[in-house]
């Protein structure tokens, strides 16, 4: 037995039908067509979508901490791991320069 489609079938309008929608749109004050500037200026949506790119990229490692560490830096409140981030960064410049 075959399947009955759910999705409507879709009837294009004839060229009249075609002319007259187009008219009606035009005749609108509130409907004018976009511009040739405009229609440059327009992006994808998914080239919108998700996170914006990082200057600097970051590795994903998995390390374990004391409990004490992590319960501190999270006593901090949100963007602990930036913190800690921050501070192992400037133990790694302090430590490389003395080398």
């Known amino acids: 037995m075959s399947k009955v489609?759910?999705?409507?079938s879709i009837v294009m309008p004839t060229s009249q039908e075609?002319?007259?929608i187009n008219a009606a749109a035009k005749a609108d004050p509130n409907a004018?067509?976009?511009t040739a500037k405009q229609l440059k200026a327009m992006v994808p949506l998914r080239t919108l979508r998700g996170r914006p790119k990082s200057v600097s990229t970051k590795q994903l490692v998995s390390v374990r901490y004391s409990p004490e560490v992590l319960a501190y830096f999270k006593s901090t409140g949100d963007g602990w791991q930036s913190r800690m981030?921050?501070?192992l960064r400037a133990y790694a410049?302090?430590?490389s320069r003395k080398a």
């Open 5 to 8: 489609s759910k999705r409507p």
């Open 85 to 87: 981030d921050g501070v």
């Open 18 to 20: 075609d002319k007259a």
């Open 93 to 95: 410049l302090r430590h």
């Open 32 to 34: 004018q067509p976009l």
